[in-house]
């Protein structure tokens, strides 16, 4: 199945969510290339970026997942699919 790379977003304003999202991440491990998380304290939010290569639907899934967490945003990009 042909996989694509993408960067989810994601800010976290309620680090009581963190459990949640951790075990999400944990579930789709196998997909996540690299993590970076960022505590942004004097905001009091969050700021991970989670970079994935997986099939379209996987990555799908895994964004719905997290932005259904409350307190959680999430964005995903992708790069331009080749001409």
Do not use: C, F
Not at 2 to 19: F, H, K, P, Y
Not at 52 to 72: N, T
């Amino acid at each position: 199945m042909e996989t694509r790379i993408a960067l989810i977003g994601i800010i976290v304003a309620d680090r009581n969510e963190s459990g949640k999202l951790n075990e999400i991440l944990h579930a789709y491990g196998q997909y996540i290339v690299g993590r970076m998380g960022v505590p942004y304290k004097d905001k009091h939010v969050n700021v991970i970026s989670i970079i994935v290569d997986a099939p379209q639907d996987v990555i799908s899934a895994l964004s719905g997942k997290l932005g259904m967490l409350p307190d959680v945003s999430t964005k995903t990009i992708y790069p331009p699919l080749p001409q």
